[in-house]
């Protein structure tokens, strides 16, 4: 289980103003108020907030948001109301968990792309403060984590809605990382043949597709460098639902594929992929 020094370290590395006390007081009221709680994991209750909060750290959001995270399942799992947070907390953090508490209350019971599309809007109009939509991406990050322990019809429920709902949701915000993380996890149950397939191809691939964007780097970094040019070249290998989404649109089998590894430059003004 996360730690919450890990987490405040971590805030304190990119907001050295940060509040770091009120973030400790919310980690002690959600501690108190989810005592006694346990995940279907076995892991104490509070193991997720904790990996909400480390994961708007890792985004790098204000206080607000991270303390947002800290509570963000106490009114609609204990005994706390809006209020308690409302006068703990102020205004500003007990309307993000209201947001985020309503949201979690919709129901989606329609995988139809067009009442998919709806409901991503309703709930773009119900969140004024686009920090609750980053609070409930975090949240259902994590959840997806550890879907391994929920029941298999409700497994493939849950990740169909994050690949219809949450995903496009993320890649609107451009939280591009939390995008593919989600997609990649939906697939995972969605499709687990093809996911596992995939998996394994990439594997058994993995050591000489890493060597070759080293060497990618190397070669356009030196280039960039004899011609004075400031920038920095990244590359990876395209994640497990993107290859699948190309095989399907292009009717490729895994040995046909060639375009899975990715570069961009510092800037990501501009995208190459090679073979």
């Known amino acids: 289980m996360i730690r919450i020094q890990e987490i405040l370290d971590k805030v304190q590395g990119y ?39 480390d994961t708007l750290a890792d985004l790098r959001l204000d206080d607000a948001s991270i303390i947002a995270g800290l509570l963000h399942d106490t009114v609609e799992d204990t ?9 703990m907390f102020g ?15 919709i129901t989606f019971d329609s995988k139809e792309e067009q009442q998919a599309e709806n409901i991503r809007k309703m709930i773009l109009a119900m969140s004024e403060d686009i920090r609750v939509l ?52 939906s697939f995972r149950y969605i ?22 964007i080293g060497n990618v780097r190397a070669t356009i970094g030196e280039m960039l460098e004899a011609n004075e040019i400031q920038g920095k070249v990244k590359g990876r290998i395209k994640h497990i639902y993107s290859i699948y989404r190309k095989m399907t649109a292009q009717s490729l089998t895994l040995a046909a594929m060639h ?9 990501d003004h501009e995208r190459h992929h090679l073979p």
């Open 91 to 105: 205004e500003e953090v007990a309307d993000v968990v209201d947001g985020v508490t309503k949201i979690s209350l």
């Open 15 to 53: 907001r050295p103003d940060a509040d770091i006390e009120a973030i400790r007081k919310a980690y002690v009221f959600a501690a108190a108020n989810h005592a006694g709680q346990v995940r279907l994991s076995g892991e104490p209750y509070l193991s997720h907030p904790l990996a909400v909060a």
């Open 259 to 267: 375009d899975i590894i990715a570069f961009r430059d510092r800037m």
């Open 134 to 185: 980053i609070v409930k991406l975090a949240d259902r990050l994590h959840n997806m984590r550890t879907l391994d322990f929920q029941k298999p019809e409700k497994q493939k429920r849950i990740a169909q809605e994050t690949m219809d709902i949450y995903a496009p949701l993320a890649n609107r915000l451009g939280l591009h990382r939390v995008k593919m993380e989600l997609e990649d996890l």
């Open 79 to 87: 005994h706390a109301t809006i209020e308690d947070i409302d006068e």
């Open 191 to 212: 499709k687990p043949d093809a996911y596992a397939q995939i998996e394994d191809w990439l594997e058994k691939h993995r050591q000489s597709d890493t060597e070759y």
